[in-house]
């Protein structure tokens, strides 16, 4: 018996059923932004393979409503399309009301969606999405203080979420509050404190606020980031600038100058067979030679 011939998206002919099905559900799982795609590939599902979908059509319903709101107002009638048709499978349900909310903000009725917003968290104070729409939608105002205060008050029941601390560190480092952003790091590596890029972040920092003590806090966040990866060049560059730094100030015994004019020089020569290993540019490793000599520590 001949086997019937599987339907295929037309944009590309090697795309089955199953292909269609498992690259729609990648892109939810990976949280891959690719919204035209999605649009694309999600309304041809929908409208050919509904049957085969079963439940997991609302999943693609939802998926489907955000990748076309990156595409509005081009897209608008699929957001309307996919919002009307959630509302009529669940009604009162709080991930389509968010959508709701997404789509007031398209359209620039903050205050509706915050309206919105606050209603979801008064019925589910313990969902974290309706405080993070908040926080853009003041950051979208540029009211800044407003996104400071509403992550506070996140953070205060979602103590664990990096996302968020992180996010709260780059306000508070464009405002300059560097002791605050300081303690955000701090909690970021509380949780994950073999993360390269923590002690590499709160290192930079203390490096941004200079002055004796915070230098030489930094050289060691600088050194535990390269020694969790020894490949990280930010923070060999980190532990040589840092140690030069101290060295120039003037106030080390000559141990703690000694200590640091040999950090300077690993990090010098680790940088060095970094660039030698990974580059076939033989004018960049003079430059980089020349440079590190500049910087060597007599």
């Known amino acids: 018996?001949?086997?019937?011939?599987?339907?295929?998206?037309?944009?590309?002919?090697?795309?089955?059923?199953?292909?269609?099905?498992?690259?729609?559900?990648?892109?939810?799982?990976?949280?891959?932004?690719?919204?035209?795609?999605?649009?694309?590939?999600?309304?041809?599902?929908?409208?050919?393979?509904?049957?085969?979908?079963?439940?997991?059509?609302?999943?693609?319903?939802?998926?489907?409503?955000?990748?076309?709101?990156?595409?509005?107002?081009a897209r608008m009638k699929v957001v309307n399309r996919c919002i009307r048709t959630l509302s009529e499978q669940f009604p009162n349900s709080i991930r389509v009301t968010m959508l709701e909310g997404l789509k007031l903000e398209y359209l620039k009725s903050y205050d509706d969606a915050l309206e919105m917003y606050n209603e979801i968290i008064s019925y589910e104070p313990t969902l974290p999405a309706p405080y993070k729409r908040k926080v853009a939608i003041f950051k979208a105002q540029n009211k800044i203080q407003d996104a400071v205060n509403e992550l506070n008050k996140y953070l205060e029941t979602f103590s664990c979420d990096n996302e968020s601390w992180s996010e709260l560190a780059d306000i508070y480092l464009t405002q300059l509050n560097y002791s605050k952003a300081l303690f955000c790091v701090e909690e970021m590596l509380l949780q994950y404190p073999h993360n390269h890029l923590y002690h590499l972040r709160y290192a930079d920092i203390l490096f941004t606020m200079g002055g004796k003590e915070n230098l030489e806090v930094a050289v060691k966040y600088y050194c535990k980031a390269a020694e969790l990866n020894p490949e990280n060049v930010r923070a060999?560059?980190?532990?040589?600038?840092?140690?030069?730094?101290?060295?120039?100030?003037?106030?080390?015994?000559?141990?703690?100058?000694?200590?640091?004019?040999?950090?300077?020089?690993?990090?010098?020569?680790?940088?060095?067979?970094?660039?030698?290993?990974?580059?076939?540019?033989?004018?960049?490793?003079?430059?980089?030679?020349?440079?590190?000599?500049?910087?060597?520590?007599?």
Do not use: F
């Open 1 to 73: 018996m001949l086997r019937a011939r599987e339907t295929v998206h037309p944009l590309d002919e090697s795309k089955t059923w199953p292909e269609i099905r498992d690259t729609l559900r990648y892109w939810r799982k990976e949280n891959i932004r690719c919204s035209d795609m999605v649009v694309e590939l999600g309304e041809y599902a929908i409208e050919h393979y509904s049957s085969n979908l079963g439940n997991e059509k609302w999943a693609v319903y939802e998926q489907v409503c955000v990748a076309a709101l990156d595409l509005c107002p």
């Open 236 to 298: 060999l560059y980190g532990v040589l600038l840092a140690s030069s730094s101290l060295c120039s100030i003037g106030k080390l015994s000559s141990k703690l100058k000694s200590d640091h004019q040999s950090l300077a020089g690993w990090a010098s020569s680790m940088l060095e067979d970094l660039y030698k290993e990974q580059s076939s540019n033989k004018s960049l490793q003079v430059e980089l030679v020349a440079v590190l000599d500049k910087l060597s520590l007599k």
